[in-house]
């Protein structure tokens, strides 16, 4: 299985501003995906992070407000941008490997911004 | 639209018994589905998965079933100890065919606690 290491583990923010999520994995992977967690709440798919492209992102989600970057296949980063309240969550990345349905989750960054 | 259910949101066993957790989907095209365990501040840890062909597959203390005409799996844990306290989430996937494919979609969690 995939390990997968996320920077920074939490972070407390104020409105307004951005953050950027790194996520390293420890081998390749075919798909890399983001999630948010939500208080309370399950985990949502934010996009699919796709190498050298444009991100894919689900509905009720846009590239202004979440810019991703996969430069290669085993690292992206996630940016929360001008955030508000609302935006505090976890946020999760994912790998799919070559040879498995499987997603493997790295520890989540908690995100508060007050 | 909720298309993973996961009904309980709780459930308290005695160490040693037999946990069940259940999980309900609507989606026809889920093909490929997973069990993930959570603790706090900590990322989802793979359990077990089963595929759409299976109706069963078992790992050590944790098995999984399928039931395709109900749209429906299961999680068991025998037997229980302290230690599977945590959140369980059932995961559902589409696969490689069409839109939306091997993103996963989660039910909301069942919080497990097993008392010694």
């Known amino acids: 299985s995939a390990v997968i290491s996320q920077k920074p583990s939490r972070d407390i923010c104020q409105r307004g501003t951005s953050l950027t999520i790194q996520c390293q994995v420890d081998s390749q992977v075919t798909m890399m995906f983001w999630y948010r967690q939500q208080p309370g709440q399950s985990l949502t798919l934010i996009a699919t992070a796709n190498q050298g492209s444009e991100a894919t992102y689900e509905s009720g989600f846009v590239i202004d407000k979440f810019p991703i970057s996969r430069p290669n296949l085993t690292f992206s980063t996630l940016t929360v941008s001008n955030m508000s309240p609302e935006d505090s969550s976890i946020y999760l990345c994912s790998g799919r490997g070559w040879s498995t349905d499987t997603q493997y989750f790295g520890p989540g960054t908690r995100l508060t911004v007050l | ?116």
């Open chain 2, 1 to 116: 639209d909720q298309q993973v259910k996961q009904n309980s949101p709780s459930l308290s066993v005695q160490e040693g018994r037999i946990s069940i957790l259940n999980c309900d989907y609507t989606n026809s095209m889920f093909d490929y589905f997973l069990w993930y365990k959570k603790y706090p501040a900590e990322g989802p840890t793979f359990l077990i998965s089963i595929s759409s062909i299976k109706d069963k597959n078992e790992d050590g203390r944790f098995t999984v079933f399928l039931n395709k005409s109900a749209k429906h799996l299961s999680l068991h844990i025998v037997p229980s100890q302290p230690g599977d306290s945590a959140v369980y989430f059932c995961a559902a996937s589409a696969g490689p065919s069409g839109a939306g494919s091997y993103q996963l979609t989660f039910g909301k969690g069942t919080k497990l606690s097993v008392i010694p």
